[in-house]
């Protein structure tokens, strides 16, 4: 394929990628017995959960069921190994496209062994709901669910070289937009008695979606100067700046505090029942919202640790003969880069946790539950993907411009 793509050509590309990952979701495992499964995991949290990523695919068993979690999760271990053994740190750094190709073969092969991992404990998992439970099943199974998340990988792959936006994104955006139709009767508004309620919760619904757009769209601008930069008597010139995003992690910090906190209320529940006094502390709203708060700050330093090294923005500072104003090059740089990046940290992630709660934080004060049904989470990952889609085409539009001038 030839890079050089118009935005037409771009946009159609992703649009068929989308339709054929679409199919395979209603393409099922032979031998599954399709309606206990919905019947028995439409109540499940997790399975719910994990939906959202796999457009419904965990409650058909279809052949692309699994999705792009394989392949999100092993781009987060790939991050990991680069952060913890140097020499993978040294590929990334220092060998440019050749590196990069490296790190992502490592990373196919990741989401081959997690494909495989998963649709292992999805094949043993559905053996209730099968008619004829034997080996030969179980191997078509895996071989079948690894396949399909090895075709969702590279549909994403695709997406992101030849088409429109981040491939894993636009199709985590596809999912979610699937979802809505089949769930429309939860999107709705319960407890309406008058004009004032009506107001405040289409009040409530702008500030929301106000609120995500400035997450996904703020950043710091740390200002630097190079000596390029100085005229006569050393006078500035021009300046530019460092951009750092208020939410560096974006919506990921809340999807995993998410399945963070699910996975053992959901598990205490299945063991232990809920009238336990384990389940009765975690079922507490404050204990509840308090370690869900810790949870979503913790995954957001952990991801803005993975995403921004201070020290290699020092370096890579120096290298250029560049520095911040008023403030040496070197540790005290380090040291500088990091407090900001930290305070954006802390800030950005009590604005998801405000987010995630906001519904249940309505509801308390004005007795009204305010779309019920409406995952924040969701809402945050829409807009998230929306707005780098809309940067996206509108950088292809300019340089379509700027192609037609120099012609």
């Known amino acids: 394929m030839n890079k050089k793509k118009t935005l037409t050509q771009r946009i159609l590309i992703t649009l068929t990628i989308l339709f054929f990952s679409r199919i395979g979701m209603f393409i099922p495992i032979p031998g599954i017995n399709q309606t206990e499964v919905t019947e028995s995991l439409n109540q499940n949290t997790i399975i719910n959960f994990l939906n959202i990523f796999s457009g419904g695919g965990f409650t058909t068993i279809g052949i692309f069921s699994l999705g792009i979690i394989p392949y999100i999760n092993s781009s987060i271990i790939t991050q990991l190994l680069i952060k913890i053994i140097p020499t993978l740190e040294e590929i990334q750094k220092n060998e440019g496209e050749a590196g990069k190709q490296k790190l992502n073969n490592i990373t196919r092969y990741l989401t081959l062994l997690w494909g495989i991992i998963q649709s292992i404990s999805i094949a043993l998992w559905i053996k209730p709901y099968t008619f004829n439970w034997n080996f030969n099943f179980l191997f078509d199974s895996i071989i079948t669910l690894t396949t399909g998340s090895m075709i969702i990988m590279w549909f994403a792959e695709i997406i992101t070289e030849y088409g429109i936006g981040n491939g894993a994104s636009i199709l985590i955006f596809q999912n979610i937009i ?20 009506t107001l405040l919760i289409a009040t409530a619904c702008i500030v929301i979606l106000v609120i995500n757009i400035l997450i996904q769209d703020s950043k710091r601008k740390i200002e630097i100067v190079s000596s390029k930069q100085l005229g006569y008597n050393n006078k500035l010139i021009t300046q530019n700046y460092i951009p750092v995003k208020l939410n560096q992690g974006g919506v990921m910090p809340i999807i995993f505090a998410s399945a963070a906190i699910a996975l053992p209320q959901y598990t205490i529940t299945n ?3 809920t009238n336990s006094l384990i389940y009765l502390i975690i079922s507490n709203n404050f204990i509840y919202g308090t370690i869900y708060l810790i949870l979503i700050i913790t995954f957001s330093y952990f991801y803005s640790s993975i995403i921004l090294s201070t020290n290699d923005m020092a ?17 005290e740089t380090i040291n500088y880069l990091r407090n900001i990046i930290n305070k954006l940290t802390f800030i950005g992630s009590i604005f998801l946790f405000i987010i995630a709660q906001f519904p249940l934080i309505a509801a308390k004060i004005s007795q009204v539950n ?19 889609t809309a940067k996206q085409i509108q950088t292809y539009i300019i340089s379509e411009q700027y192609d037609n001038i120099m012609e």
Do not use: F, M, W
Not at 178 to 197: G, Q, R
Not at 315 to 331: D, F, M, T, Y
Not at 370 to 388: K, M, P, R
């Open 315 to 331: 370096e890579n500072l120096q290298k250029v003969g560049a520095s911040i104003p008023s403030i040496r090059p070197g540790n």
């Open 178 to 197: 699937s979802n809505i139709p089949k769930n429309i009767n939860n999107y709705k508004v319960h407890n309406i008695n008058n004009i004032n309620t």
């Open 370 to 388: 305010i779309l019920q049904g409406l995952g924040t989470t969701s809402l945050l990952i829409l807009v998230g993907v929306a707005i780098d």
């Open 271 to 273: 063991i232990v029942g």
